[in-house]
Structure formats: C-alpha cells, structure tokens
C-alpha cells in the first residue's frame, strides 16, 4: 500500500502531507539534490489559504506576508479597483509571500509526519499494470527502479511523468517575453497589486510587504530580446519608464528573469494508476496568480481520495471523479487568465477600447464577483455524479461557519481536518452523528449549534471542504446511503 508523488513543490508537498496524515505510505522523488532558491509565486488566495488552515499552516504563512485587500490597475489615466475585502471569506485578501516560505511550513508537516523526501533522484521511467507502477529513477548512484500502487506527477510544467503515460499537454506559448524581477523602488506604491497597463504591455508590481516589490512586466517593445539574455536594470527601468509612465523607478534588483509563458493543460489528469497535479497538469499565464493556488488545490481533491483508494473503501466512482472535478476548474482558469492576458497585452481596436471597456467590466457586479470567485479560489464548485444521492448545495464550497460545540463557539474549519469527513448535526437529536458512528474514523461526526446553509440541520463536508449532503436529519435513511455513498460500507457492520 504505496504511493510515490515525483516532485517536492507546493503541490507535491501539499499531496505528500494529506497522504501521509490518512496513514499511507508516500515517499516523495525529487530531481533536484538542494532547494531551489528561485523565488516565483507570489500570491496566495483565499481557497488557499482556507485548506491550508485545515492543515494546520495558514496562521504563520499569514504572519510571514502581507495582506493585499484592493487590486487596484490604471490604463494610462484611466484607472479601476477592485475590492477584494468583500470576499466572502475569511481571508478576504491576497497573501504577498513567496512561493518559498508556503513550501518551507508545507515541508515542516510532511518532515514532521514522516515522510521520506529523496533527493537527487529524477524519474526517467514508467510502466504500469494491473497491480501497480514501476518507475526508472536516475540517482548519482545510477539507475535503480522503485514500486508503488499509484504515483502522481507533481513534477512540473514539464513533467517526465505526464510524457511517459502519453498524456498530450494542449496548448500554446504566449509570444511576449515576460520580464520579472525583485525590486526596491524609488518611490512608494500603494498597498495594492499595482498593475499598469499601458498601450504596448503592462507591469505589475505587487509588494513583498518588507521594502521590496516583484516587478512582473510584459514589454511588447522587447518582444524580440533572446530569453538567454539577462534582465538588467537598465533594461527593466527603460520599460517601467515607459509602461507607469514615469511613475515606477527601481533603485535596487535583487533577482531577475526572462520568460515565455505558456497556456496549456494535459488532456487527462488520470491514466490507470498514474494522476497528474499542479502545473505537470496545467500551466497559464502569471496574471491573476493562480498556477500555484491551483496546485495545491488539486492536492487537496485528491488527496483524500486517493488515500481512501490505498485504504481500501473508495467507492468505485471516486478516484475518477477527481479529472471530472478539477479538470474543468484548470480550463476555466486557464480561460480567465488567457481572457486578462490577451485583453492586456491586446493590439489594434482592443487596445484603443480596454481603458473604456475593462473599468465597465469590473463595475458590473456579476462579472466582478464571478472573477474574484475564480481568482481566489473560493467560486468553485464541483458537479457531483448523477448517480448519488442528491442535495441542495451538493459540491459548493462551504464556508467556515460559526458554531457552537458543547456551548463553546467553534467554527467548522476549526473542526475539520484534511483527511475525514466531518458531518455536521445540528438537529435536536442528534440524530445523524449517531447514525454516522459506524464510520468511526472515516467521519468525524459533531453535534453542534448553528445555521447551516440552505436551511439544512446536518451538513456532511467532504474533507476538500466541498458539501457531499445537506439535509435534514429526518431522512437519516439518506443519510446511510449517502454516507455509504461516499465513506464507502460502514467498518462496524463489513
Ligand atoms: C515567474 C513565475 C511567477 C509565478 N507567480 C505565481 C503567483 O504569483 N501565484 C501562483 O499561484 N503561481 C505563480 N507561478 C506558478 C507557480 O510557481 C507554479 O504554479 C507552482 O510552482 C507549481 O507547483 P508544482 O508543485 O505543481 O510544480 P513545481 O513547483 O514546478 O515543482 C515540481 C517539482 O518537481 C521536480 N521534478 C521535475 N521533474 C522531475 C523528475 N523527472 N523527477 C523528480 N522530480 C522532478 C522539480 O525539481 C520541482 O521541484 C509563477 C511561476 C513563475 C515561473
């Protein structure tokens, strides 16, 4: 009972962690030998931040960034912003921390539960078949070959795993070079995301909350600069120069690269016993900060699941279910971000009516609020199988809700964790968390005080934080079926 997750960034971490805490066995397989030092996502959202507080990890990342409440953008002397504060949420912001400190405490809890991280070995192999998976890993020792029941390719954008299972990556290269840097300014800017569009590109300059800012421009002008080529000073402040007009200087650069970005997804995220998560499954455009977000919220989905395989209760739908979930989440993210990105760096008629079109865009609410859902994370919801037992609010995102437990106030992420449900009891009886005690472990069963959503007095939380049942503990003989449904046959009554 194994699993190999081939990669060790946030979304391997994130999937090695949930594994890890359901009891399976998980090593991770890195190519690299040392961490890398390169600093690349910036952004972490709201659904984000929610799971990772399930798992124990949201309070210090917060503590070690810096809360953005507005995204604010300005077409030349048009401008518009947008406020993220009204996220319904409790983290209604963006998060400005580097990639590398969420992957530090994503570290500290896989290292904490045990599980190996062998570096230095890069997976160069695979076949599979009906037992399990066999990879090649080249190490500084050689090759050797490992076995696990299922491996995921958390390996990156260009992901060994998803070329070995023949898993085609659609999708094309935006042409404009993207410059980023990390940068300290001449001047101030507001504690916001910044971004300047101008006639030729745009530049984004979100802040690190310590003095420093990640500069992130896209200079039609430069179009033509070798990606080899490094980003100088020089280079970076004749193009701010030109896209703030004249309003943004960098006095210091700490880091800099050249880049082409790209949008593409794999065509499937599941071959027999092999998944795909993170950026091995999707890649799109920097704006809107969402690659990373997007992988760890792929581990979360699968990680429950693919731990209740290792277990031995999944019921038969429910490892499939996560392409049928997150798959279409990474299209409509690569949609919205392909959407932004050509309306930015858009050329001809486009451009001459974005700083009339764009500010109008954001002030009707519906588009607004149905961006910001995307962009944090927290608009998405999952179609759930036909076949199960149905209710009102099935696959929402649930909201952290205030309860009371034993008269003391809680709230529902307080009480849930990454790897079991929790099923919420609010009627008088308590009828449904008895019920739910044959699933012992599988559920963490609560009787509590508080509204639920739609009106319901039980509400069964998957352990993504998606609703499996809502209803009304009356029919508790639904809710045998849909806690068979989903929890798999009852371990008091096999
Ligand atoms: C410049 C830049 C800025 C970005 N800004 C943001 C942002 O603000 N917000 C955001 O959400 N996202 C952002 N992203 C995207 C974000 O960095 C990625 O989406 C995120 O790192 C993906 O995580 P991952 O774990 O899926 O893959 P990765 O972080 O790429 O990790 C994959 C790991 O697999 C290892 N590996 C690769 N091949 C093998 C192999 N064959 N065998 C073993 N190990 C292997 C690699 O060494 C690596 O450690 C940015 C990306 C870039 C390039």
């Given amino acids: 009972m194994s699993v190999i997750v081939v990669g060790s960034g946030p979304t391997g971490l994130m999937l090695a962690g949930d594994l890890a805490e359901a009891g399976v066995d998980v090593t991770i397989l890195e190519r690299r030998a040392e961490e890398s030092n390169l600093t690349r996502a910036f952004a972490v959202h709201a659904r984000s ?28 002397t048009r401008g518009f912003s947008v406020d993220i504060s009204r996220l319904d949420s409790r983290y209604p912001y963006v998060l400005m921390v580097q990639q590398a400190r969420t992957e530090i405490l994503l570290r500290r ?23 399990g998976v066999t990879l090649t890993v080249r190490t ?10 299922h491996v995921v390719g958390a390996d990156g954008a260009h992901s060994a795993v998803r070329g070995l299972i023949g898993v085609p990556f659609t999708g094309r290269r935006y042409q404009t070079h993207i410059m980023i840097a990390d940068v300290r300014l001449d001047n101030d800017l507001p504690n916001a995301v910044n971004p300047f569009i101008a006639a030729d590109g745009f530049a984004l300059l979100p802040p690190f909350g310590d003095g ?43 880091w800099s690269t050249r880049f082409l970005s790209e949008r593409r997804q794999a065509e499937h995220y599941r071959v027999g016993r092999v998944l795909l998560a993170g950026d091995a499954a999707h890649v799109h455009s920097p704006i809107g900060g969402m690659g990373m977000n997007t992988g760890l919220q792929d581990a979360a989905n699968l990680g429950w699941k693919l731990a209740a395989v290792e277990r031995g209760w999944a019921p038969s ?90 008269g003391a106030p809680t709230r529902l992420f307080a009480l849930m964790d990454a790897v079991r449900f929790t099923l919420v009891d609010t009627s ?60 798999g046959t009852a371990p008091a009554i096999r």
């Fill in 212 to 254: 420093w800012f990640r500069a992130v421009v896209w200079d039609r002008t430069r179009e033509e600069a070798p990606l080899t080529e490094p980003v100088t000073k020089g280079e970076l402040n004749a193009s701010l120069d030109r896209l703030t007009r004249g309003r943004v200087r960098a006095a210091e650069m700490r």
């Fill in 109 to 131: 809890r896989v290292e904490r539960l045990g599980v190996p991280i062998v570096r230095g070995a890069e997976v160069i192999g695979l076949t599979q078949d009906g037992d």
């Fill in 317 to 406: 739908w429910l490892l499939d279910s996560y392409e049928a979930e997150r798959h279409p989440v990474g299209r409509a993210t690569l949609r919205l971000t392909d959407t932004v990105t050509r309306m930015v760096v858009a050329s001809g008629p486009v451009r001459a009516l974005r700083p009339y079109v764009v500010p109008r865009l954001v002030a009707n609410e519906r588009v607004s609020r149905a961006v910001l859902g995307m962009m944090s994370g927290i608009g998405f919801s999952y179609d759930l199988p036909d076949t199960l037992v149905g209710s009102t609010g099935a696959g929402e995102r649930v909201p952290d809700l205030d309860l009371r437990v034993d």
């Fill in 428 to 487: 008088p009886n308590g009828a449904a968390a008895t019920a739910a005690e044959p699933w012992g472990e599988r559920v963490h069963a609560v009787r509590a005080e508080g509204a639920l959503p739609h009106g319901a007095d039980v509400l069964l939380v998957r352990p993504d934080g998606h609703t499996a049942w809502s209803g009304r503990a009356s029919g508790s003989d639904d809710l045998t079926r849909v806690l068979t449904e989903w929890a």
């Fill in 49 to 76: 931040l929610e799971l990772l507080e399930v798992r124990g990890i949201a309070d210090e990342l917060v503590e070690q960034g810096f809360t953005v409440p507005e995204l604010r953008a300005s077409f030349g």
């Fill in 140 to 149: 500084a020792e050689g090759e050797h070959t490992e076995r696990a029941d």
